[in-house]
């Protein structure tokens, strides 16, 4: 009998279970908070719109309703720090944080467990030992120097298959200038120490001529190479750029020059944003990686629903190391550019 009495309450325990998790999943409404450091960045731009684009299909996998509120940092960490506290104080299930300073993630993240929401970073990515502050931190993102090595294995590919097109000087080395991102962003870092380091390790002889922190934007960069191109002229043989807004950057100062691309330096940069897919397609620009922002987006959105419906993320096979979602960069070039460009409409 008491046997019976608890198998029928452990049925009911079953059953409300249920019932919340299914029938009331219906109009539940999961908020999801999304803070960038900086709305007007070609990049992050398109990975916020790949975002908002998937949310309609994830609703109806998930069954619920997804608020997804974005806001724009302004470059500015306090600015981001308060946004942060609005989503906390308005009870967001789960918070996605692409930081402005990479330092002041210990700050997100100790807010966030003392709110007990979960915190996604995304493509700024924070150090190891503060992401271990909490069980409920977590990054996606791409491996920096992965990105690093594609590129420089963009320029040893050229320079294999006609070192005389590169080494135009014709001294057998190569000479070259670096386009930076923010100082202490990891990808700015890793890109411009493996992108090197790739040529250099398959023996190919390089000097750098100067390099620039243009901050990931073209803009700065156009101005950057304007003035390389009047101090070093036709010195300049290669133009690495830490991503292809800065590429687009040093092409612009190319043309403002009157340079024809068949005279312009072997220009290579990263992301495969559109308009530097329609540079390649040109020919001014000579190759990028593809940064897989919907793939990211994908990473982030199912994180988020699987946190904020209390699913534990290691059982949907999300994660590496409890902690990370990594999505893998891809060399592009004129020979596989139809893969990357946007389908027509
Ligand atoms: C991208 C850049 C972007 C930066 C922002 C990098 O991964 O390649 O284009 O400006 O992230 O954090």
Redesign the pocket.
């Known amino acids: 009998m008491l046997k019976r009495r608890y198998a029928a309450a452990l049925a009911a325990v079953f059953l409300i279970a249920a019932l919340t998790a299914c029938g009331g999943r219906e109009d539940r409404t999961i908020r999801v908070g999304v803070a960038l ?2 709305q007007d ?4 731009t398109s990975l916020a719109q790949s975002l908002q684009q998937m949310v309609p299909e994830e609703e109806q996998v998930q069954g619920v309703k997804i608020n997804l509120n974005v806001v724009d940092g302004r470059g500015s960490q306090t600015v981001q720090n308060e946004q942060v506290d609005q989503f906390l104080d308005r009870g967001y299930d789960v918070i996605c944080v ?1 930081i402005v300073d990479r330092t002041a993630a210990a700050v997100i993240i100790d807010k966030a467990q003392a709110a007990g929401v979960p915190v996604v970073f995304f ?2 990515e924070p150090v190891e030992e503060d992401l271990n502050r909490w069980e409920y931190a977590y990054y996606v ?2 491996r ?1 120097d992965e ?1 690093g090595r594609i590129e420089g294995g963009l320029v040893l590919d050229a320079w294999r298959a006609e070192p005389s097109a590169l080494d135009r000087s014709g001294d057998g080395i190569l000479q070259y200038v670096m386009l930076e ?2 100082p202490g ?1 990891q ?1 700015a870092l890793l ?1 411009t120490e493996h992108s090197v380091r790739t040529l250099t390790a398959a023996g190919v002889p390089m000097e750098k001529l100067s390099n620039h922190a243009a901050d ?2 073209r803009g700065p960069a156009r101005l950057r190479m304007q003035r390389w191109l009047e101090e070093l002229g036709d010195a300049i043989e290669v133009v690495f750029a ?4 800065m590429a687009l950057g040093a092409i612009d100062a190319c043309l403002d020059a009157g340079l024809e691309k068949e005279e312009m330096p072997f220009i290579v940069g ?2 495969a ?1 559109a308009p530097a897919l329609k540079a390649l397609e040109e020919g001014t620009l000579q190759g990028t990686v593809f ?1 897989d922002a919907p793939g990211q987006a994908r990473g982030i959105l199912n994180l988020s629903c699987a946190l904020a419906l209390g699913q534990d993320p290691e059982d949907t096979n999300l994660l590496e190391n409890g902690k990370y979602i990594w999505l893998e960069h891809i060399a592009v070039t004129r020979q596989n550019l139809e893969e990357f460009l946007p389908e027509e409409p």
């Open positions: 450091y900086r960045d070609t990049f992050i692409n493509n700024r993102g791409t920096a990105a991102g923010e962003h990808d890109r990931w934007q830490n991503n292809d807004d990263v992301d944003t940064n």
